[in-house]
């Protein structure tokens, strides 16, 4: 099939080998099966989850690390302000998280990856949720959150702090607490952004503003207590509407 360049697109219906075509065709609608699945089960088990707050952070660190302990602690006086935790199931921080909520009085949930290596589902898990698609995980995330809060880590947490920074830049989201915990690791990062992406304008200034930098456990579950005084804890009609269509 030819556009109208004069260019040739691929097309599976002008394959000559009309059996690979149909294997190409079954492979990738059994594949969209498998993503709505994904969908559907997350929307069945988080949808009545409210509030929560979402913990982001490395899984190569070990319980005997300062920021292992303090994430209990962070995790568990959320459960015991009333939010489920929400964490990506696994070691390290992942585990950290889901620990302080388990020992809590909120719901601690995992929604686990499958990975070839580091993801190992962590053993305090009130809910979880086995993926294989990174992104319908992430909608798991970010969806049902009333807050974020990252701790250190590395790609994946990255990742994960600029999907959530784009969603509410963009109003994709509702504007919700994100915090950094650990002032001396997320420095360098918050200067660059300054530095780099806002002095090229290529951010606003105001964008950053979407981060708060806390150290202390009390200090971050004061904030996303103090944020919610001003306004609903519930989203709005026009925020679960955005929320459709993440």
Request: glycine fraction near 8%; include cysteine; hydrophobic fraction near 45%.
């Amino acid at each position: 099939m030819a556009d109208n360049n004069g260019k040739n697109l691929p097309n599976l219906r002008e394959l000559d080998n009309i059996e690979v075509a149909t294997i190409l065709k079954a492979r990738e609608s059994w594949s969209m099966f498998s993503i709505m699945s994904e969908f559907v089960e997350t929307t069945e088990r988080l949808s009545t989850l409210h509030p929560a707050v979402t913990i982001f952070g490395s899984a190569r660190i070990h319980p005997d690390h300062p920021d292992y302990i303090k994430c209990i602690d962070v995790s568990h006086r959320l459960s015991d302000a009333g939010f489920a935790v929400i964490s990506g199931g696994g070691p390290g921080i992942m585990a950290a998280a889901n620990r302080g909520a388990f020992e809590g009085k909120s719901p601690s949930v995992g929604l686990n990856i499958i990975l070839p290596h580091e993801q190992k589902p962590n053993l305090w898990q009130n809910i979880s949720i086995q993926y294989r698609h990174f992104f319908a995980r992430k909608v798991g995330f970010v969806k049902y959150a009333d807050a974020f809060v990252l701790f250190p880590g590395g790609f994946g947490t990255m990742d994960e702090m600029s999907e959530v920074l784009t969603l509410m830049q963009t109003q994709k989201i509702r504007r919700i607490p994100l915090i950094l915990v650990g002032r001396t690791f997320w420095k360098g990062l918050l200067d660059w952004f300054q530095e780099q992406m806002v002095g090229n304008g290529l951010i606003g200034q105001d964008d950053l503003a979407l981060m708060q930098v806390l150290d202390d456990p009390k200090e971050i579950v004061q904030a996303i207590l103090d944020f919610y005084k001003a306004r609903e804890l519930a989203m709005t009609d026009e925020e679960r509407q955005k929320m459709l269509y993440l």
